[in-house]
């Protein structure tokens, strides 16, 4: 069992940055690759990166390629998600979470766990 909280959304002004964290509880964590998923309002909910097990590997969505970056702390079960250069499409709740796979995917179905989301508001 993993559980999964998000932290670090607020508001910031387009051009800016912020910095998500997806902590984990539970002694498997490093078993397990995450991913990032957001849900502006009125649409459906949409991959925006991922990490391996390891760390070794990361994807991304084209939309936040060259601007995002996830990377993971295994000793501190943490994998974060820096965001710069935001703009208002990137307006959206964030969620992490979980699958027991070393390679993660894009298909929100496939995963196992997640947290219970954080706002992101970029204003123009």
């Known amino acids: 069992q993993v559980q999964l909280v998000e932290s670090g959304g607020g508001l910031v002004q387009a051009g800016g940055s912020l910095r998500l964290s997806c902590t984990a509880s539970g002694r498997t964590f490093s078993s397990y690759a995450v991913g990032w998923f957001r849900q502006a309002p009125g649409k459906e909910r949409k991959f925006v990166a991922a990490?391996?097990?390891?760390?070794?590997?990361?994807y991304y969505a084209d939309s936040v390629k060259g601007r995002f970056t996830i990377s993971r702390d295994n000793a501190k079960k943490r994998v974060s998600l820096q965001m710069n250069s935001l703009k208002p499409e990137d307006t959206a709740v964030y969620y992490c979470?979980?699958?027991?796979?070393?390679?993660?995917?894009?298909?929100?179905?496939?995963?196992?766990?997640w947290g219970q989301g954080t706002q992101v508001t970029v204003s123009s």
């Open positions: 979470a979980a699958i027991r796979r070393t390679i993660p995917g894009a298909d929100e179905h496939d995963y196992d766990y």
């Open positions: 990490i391996s097990w390891s760390g070794g590997s990361t």
